[in-house]
C-alpha cells in the first residue's frame, strides 16, 4: 500500500508540471493565434486605406462633371418660340431705317422731257450723259430718277417726289428748263427715256416734293 502511494505521488510530481507546461502553450499558441488574426486584419484595413488613398482625383472627376453638366441642364431656361418671334422684332424695330428730315415741301405741277427735245444735246446743264438713261446712281439714295429744276436748287440736291401716275420715287437735281422753277408753268421736269414716251404721261398735277438734301 506504501509502496502504491509512492508510485501515485511520482506520478503526480512527473504529471502536474508537464500539465502546466502544456496548457501554457496550448494559452500561448492561442494567444500569438489571436494576435496573428487582428494582425492581419489591421493590414487589411491598412491596405485598403491606402488604396482609397490612391485613388487619383481625375477619377472622381468625370462624375461631378456629369452631375454638375446635368444641373446646369435642368437649370437652363426653355426659350419659346413666341418668345424668339418677340426678340426678332423687337430687333427688326431697332435696325429700321431712321427717318430722314424734310428740309423743304413744295406742291405743284411737274412736266416730263426726254433727250430728245428741242435745244437738247443728250447731256443735263451739270454735264452728265442722258442718252441712255434716265437714272442717276447717288452715293446715298442709289438709283434715282433725274430732274430739272430752279436754279436756287444746287446740281445733287435730292427730292422725294409723291402723289404721281408713276407712285412716289425720289429724284435728282442735275438739269435747268426754260419754263422750270419757282413762280414758272412747272416747279419739276422729269427725264424719260423720249419725248414721246414723256408725251404719254402728260403733266402731273397737284404733285408733292420733299426736299431731302440740297446740293450733294
Known amino acids: 500500500m506504501k509502496y502504491l502511494m509512492n508510485v501515485i505521488n511520482l506520478l503526480l510530481v512527473i504529471a502536474i508540471p508537464a500539465f502546466i507546461i502544456t496548457g501554457a502553450t496550448e494559452k500561448t499558441t492561442t494567444i500569438s493565434t489571436i494576435i496573428d488574426v487582428k494582425k492581419i486584419n489591421s493590414i487589411k484595413i491598412y491596405n485598403k486605406a491606402q488604396e482609397e488613398i490612391k485613388i487619383p482625383q481625375e ?11 446635368k444641373k446646369v441642364e435642368e437649370e437652363e431656361p426653355i426659350v419659346s418660340n413666341d418668345e424668339v418671334k418677340e426678340v426678332q422684332q423687337e430687333t427688326e424695330e431697332i435696325i429700321e431705317e431712321p427717318t430722314v428730315d424734310v428740309i423743304e415741301k413744295l406742291t405743284g405741277k411737274m412736266s416730263g422731257y426726254g433727250p430728245d427735245c428741242n435745244g437738247c444735246r443728250g447731256y443735263t446743264s451739270s454735264g452728265y450723259k442722258i442718252t441712255n438713261t434716265v437714272y442717276y446712281n447717288d452715293s446715298t439714295y442709289g438709283n434715282v430718277r433725274i430732274l430739272a429744276a430752279d436754279r436756287s436748287l444746287e446740281f445733287g440736291t435730292i427730292v422725294k417726289v409723291k402723289n404721281t401716275k408713276l407712285g412716289d420715287f425720289i429724284g435728282i437735281v442735275l438739269d435747268r428748263g426754260g419754263s422750270v422753277g419757282y413762280g414758272k408753268t412747272y416747279l419739276f421736269d422729269l427725264l424719260f427715256t423720249s419725248e ?21
Open 59 to 69: 477619377e472622381a472627376m468625370p462624375e461631378e462633371k456629369v452631375e454638375l453638366s
Open 196 to 216: 414721246k414716251e414723256a408725251s404719254s404721261y402728260g403733266v402731273f398735277t397737284n404733285v408733292d416734293f420733299e426736299i431731302l438734301r440740297k446740293g450733294y
